[in-house]
C-alpha cells in the first residue's frame, strides 16, 4: 500500500513537469512575429548645469619667437623739391629744382611744391626738363622730337602743396631719361593768367631767356 502512494506521487511530479514543459513549448510555439520598434519619445528637459569646478592653475607663459624679417621697402614717394631759388628784388616768382627722371621706366613723374591754395590759383608754372645741356619746356615734344609730354597742375589740399605731373603720351615714343628738371612758379592775375609776365620777346621754349626774364639768372 505504502508502495503504491510512492508511485502514484512520482507519477503526479512526472505528469506535472510535463505538463509545464507542454505549456512552455506550446506558448514559443504560438508566439506571432516580432513587431517594428516604436518611435523614439521625446526629448526630456535639459537638468540644471551642475555648479562650476575649480579654475585650474595658470601655465607657465610661452617663450616669445623670434622677430620676423624685415618687410621690402614701399614704394618711392612723390619727389620733394629741392629748394627755392627767388628772383633779386623780386618776391613774385620763384624757381623749383628736383631730380631728373627715366621716362622708358614709368611714364609719369610727380612733384610737391609747398603752398597755399591762394597762392596756387594766383600763379602760373612752367616746366623745363634737362638732358645733357639742352632744355625742353612742357608740355611739347622731347629729346629730338621723339616723345610728347604733357603736364598738369592741381592743389592737393591735405598736402597743402601745388602738384605738378609730367606724363609722356605713350603713343608717340617709348621716353627718354631726363637729368633734372625745373619749374618756374609766376604770380599773375587772372587777365594774364596765359601770358608771360616777362618782355614780349622772351622764348618760353629756352629756358635760359626765361630766367634772364624774370630776373632768375645769376
Given at each position: 500500500?505504502?508502495?503504491?502512494?510512492?508511485?502514484?506521487?512520482?507519477?503526479?511530479?512526472?505528469?506535472?513537469?510535463?505538463?509545464?514543459?507542454?505549456?512552455?513549448?506550446?506558448?514559443?510555439?504560438?508566439?506571432?512575429?516580432?513587431?517594428?520598434?516604436g518611435?523614439?519619445?521625446?526629448?526630456?528637459?535639459?537638468?540644471?548645469?551642475?555648479?562650476?569646478?575649480?579654475?585650474?592653475?595658470?601655465?607657465e607663459?610661452?617663450?616669445?619667437?623670434?622677430?620676423?624679417?624685415?618687410?621690402?621697402?614701399?614704394?618711392?614717394?612723390?619727389?620733394?623739391p629741392r629748394?627755392e631759388?627767388?628772383?633779386?628784388?623780386?618776391?613774385?616768382?620763384?624757381e623749383?629744382?628736383?631730380?631728373?627722371?627715366?621716362?622708358?621706366?614709368?611714364e609719369?613723374?610727380?612733384?610737391l611744391?609747398?603752398?597755399?591754395?591762394s597762392d596756387?590759383?594766383?600763379?602760373?608754372?612752367?616746366?623745363?626738363?634737362?638732358?645733357?645741356?639742352?632744355?625742353?619746356?612742357?608740355?611739347?615734344?622731347?629729346?629730338?622730337?621723339?616723345?610728347?609730354?604733357r603736364?598738369?597742375?592741381?592743389?592737393?589740399?591735405?598736402?597743402?602743396?601745388?602738384?605738378?605731373?609730367?606724363s609722356?603720351?605713350?603713343?608717340?615714343?617709348v621716353?627718354?631719361?631726363?637729368?633734372?628738371?625745373?619749374?618756374?612758379?609766376?604770380e599773375?592775375?587772372?587777365?594774364?593768367?596765359?601770358?608771360?609776365?616777362?618782355?614780349?620777346?622772351?622764348?618760353i621754349?629756352?629756358?635760359?631767356q626765361?630766367?634772364?626774364?624774370?630776373?632768375?639768372?645769376?
Amino acid at each position: 500500500m505504502k508502495m503504491n502512494e510512492i508511485i502514484d506521487q512520482k507519477l503526479r511530479n512526472f505528469m506535472t513537469f510535463a505538463l509545464v514543459i507542454s505549456l512552455c513549448w506550446s506558448c514559443d510555439l504560438f508566439e506571432g512575429p516580432k513587431g517594428e520598434p516604436g518611435e523614439v519619445g521625446p526629448r526630456g528637459a535639459q537638468g540644471e548645469m551642475g555648479p562650476v569646478g575649480p579654475r585650474g592653475e595658470r601655465g607657465e607663459p610661452g617663450q616669445r619667437g623670434e622677430p620676423g624679417e624685415i618687410g621690402p621697402v614701399g614704394p618711392r614717394g612723390a619727389q620733394g623739391p629741392r629748394g627755392e631759388r627767388g628772383a633779386p628784388g623780386n618776391a613774385n616768382v620763384r624757381e623749383y629744382t628736383f631730380d631728373g627722371h627715366d621716362f622708358t621706366e614709368s611714364e609719369s613723374y610727380e612733384m610737391l611744391i609747398p603752398m597755399s591754395q591762394s597762392d596756387f590759383r594766383n600763379r602760373i608754372f612752367y616746366t623745363y626738363m634737362r638732358r645733357g645741356a639742352d632744355w625742353y619746356v612742357l608740355p611739347n615734344y622731347g629729346l629730338l622730337g621723339r616723345t610728347y609730354y604733357r603736364t598738369f597742375h592741381r592743389y592737393v589740399e591735405n598736402r597743402n602743396s601745388a602738384r605738378i605731373s609730367i606724363s609722356r603720351v605713350v603713343e608717340t615714343g617709348v621716353g627718354e631719361t631726363y637729368s633734372e628738371i625745373k619749374v618756374i612758379a609766376i604770380e599773375t592775375t587772372p587777365a594774364v593768367r596765359f601770358q608771360l609776365p616777362v618782355l614780349p620777346t622772351v622764348d618760353i621754349r629756352d629756358y635760359n631767356q626765361v630766367v634772364r626774364g624774370v630776373g632768375l639768372a645769376e
